[in-house]
């Protein structure tokens, strides 16, 4: 059986950033509300202060978080099935979208130190 490929949907840097965000936001009841079929609501956006903001119990640098702000982000990754958005103002994580391994994570969340 071969190895499922790294991101299959050739997302670009922002794009796999922006979903990392999502990811982690779909995980808070913070910050979400889950829906039927697999997918969840995500009801609050982060605001950066500084240099970085909070993503739960998570940190991300401001730099990372420009597709959130970037309507031709969310269409691409609306466009791939990844989301359902109302740019600027909500924004639904599908199942797939959920499940997608951005395989950068760990370079873009980094732990809380407050």
């Known amino acids: 059986m ?3 490929k790294a991101n299959p949907l050739k997302l670009n840097p ?3 950033k922006t979903l990392v965000l999502f ?7 913070q910050t979400s509300s889950a ?11 982060p605001h950066p202060h500084g240099d970085h903001f909070h993503v739960g119990a ?7 978080a420009s597709g959130l702000a970037n309507a031709s982000v969310w ?3 609306e466009r791939k099935g990844l989301i359902r958005g109302n740019f600027p ?6 199942a797939p979208g959920i499940a997608y391994d951005t395989g950068i994570a760990q370079q873009v969340l980094h732990g809380s130190d407050h």
Request: avoid cysteine; aromatic fraction near 2%.
């Open 58 to 64: 998570k940190v991300a640098l401001s730099k990372d």
């Open 14 to 16: 922002l794009q796999l």
């Open 75 to 77: 269409a691409a990754l």
């Open 35 to 45: 829906l039927p079929g697999g997918e969840v609501f995500l009801s609050a956006l």
């Open 2 to 4: 071969p190895t499922p």
């Open 23 to 29: 990811q982690e936001l779909a995980r808070h009841p």
């Open 89 to 94: 103002l909500a924004v639904t994580l599908t």
